[in-house]
C-alpha cells in the first residue's frame, strides 16, 4: 500500500506492466500517461479512486486485469474501475471490473489537453470490448462527454450516452450483442426513448414512448426541443 498512486508512469511509451498486485492505495492502482504501452494481468483492487486510469494517452492496451471495488474512499468523492481521461484510440478488453463504487468504466475528457495532441485527446475512438462488469453501483460502463467513435463489444453490461431517460438529450443504447439503439422521433412524433433496464445485463435494454411536453418542446432529432 502507498500513501497516493502504487504505479505512476508518465510520458512513457512501449512500457509493460504486467502481474502486479496494486491494492489499497490512497488514490489510483495504476495510472499511465503515454502512448503504446501494455498493462496485463494486474490486480488492481480496493483503491481508494480508480484502479487503473489513463491521462493524455493514445494507442495503449489495458487486458486481463482485475479491477474489483475501487472508489470507496473518506470524502465520497468519484471513483471506480478504470478510467480514460483524453485518451483515444485505446484497447480495454477482457478485464473483469466488478463491485466499483461509481463506474466500472468511465470515458471522458477535460479541458486540460496537450495542446499539440487536442484534436485526439477527446477520449475517442476506443474499443471496449469482451469486459465483464458485475455490480458497479452507478453504471457498468459511461461515456460521460465522450460519445464520438468509441465502440463496445459484448460487454457484460448495457451503455446509455444519455444515462438513462433523459429526453432532452439524443442518446444511443448499447446492449452487447443486441446491438446499439438510437433515441429517435416516430412517425407520429413521439419520442422513441431507449434506456438500460439494469446497468449490469447487456440484454437489459428498454424502451419508453415519450409524448414531449409543452414546456420541452417538439420531438425532433431524436430529443424534446
Not at 56 to 83: E, K, P, T
Not at 201 to 208: I, K, L, T, Y
Request: charged content about 15%; aromatic content about 10%; glycine content about 12%.
Amino acid at each position: 500500500r502507498n500513501f497516493s498512486i502504487g504505479i505512476y508512469t508518465g510520458n512513457t511509451t512501449n512500457s509493460i506492466i504486467k502481474g502486479n498486485n496494486v491494492i489499497n492505495n490512497t488514490m489510483h492502482g495504476i495510472s499511465i500517461s503515454g502512448n503504446s504501452n501494455v498493462i496485463e494481468n494486474n490486480n488492481a483492487s480496493g483503491n481508494s479512486n480508480y484502479g487503473i486510469t489513463l491521462y493524455n494517452s493514445l494507442y495503449n492496451v489495458i487486458r486481463d486485469n482485475v479491477v474489483n471495488n475501487n472508489g470507496y474512499n473518506l470524502f465520497n468523492v468519484g471513483g471506480g474501475g478504470i478510467a480514460l481521461t483524453n485518451s483515444s484510440y485505446n484497447n480495454v478488453s477482457m478485464n473483469v471490473v466488478a463491485g466499483n463504487k461509481f463506474y466500472g468504466i468511465y470515458l471522458h475528457y477535460t479541458a486540460y489537453k496537450v495542446p499539440s495532441y487536442e484534436s485526439v485527446l477527446n477520449s475517442t475512438y476506443n474499443l471496449i470490448e469482451n469486459n465483464v462488469l458485475v455490480s458497479n453501483l452507478l453504471l457498468g460502463i459511461w461515456p460521460e462527454n465522450a460519445t464520438s467513435g468509441n465502440k463496445y463489444v459484448n460487454n457484460g453490461a448495457c451503455v446509455d450516452t444519455d444515462k438513462g431517460k433523459d429526453y432532452i438529450v439524443k442518446g444511443i443504447t448499447t446492449g452487447g450483442l443486441m446491438g446499439e439503439f438510437v433515441d429517435y422521433c416516430d412517425s407520429n412524433g413521439v419520442l422513441r426513448e431507449f434506456y438500460c433496464a439494469d446497468i449490469n445485463n447487456p440484454r437489459s435494454v428498454g424502451q419508453e414512448l415519450h409524448i414531449c411536453s409543452k414546456e420541452e418542446g417538439s420531438c425532433r432529432e431524436g430529443k424534446c426541443a
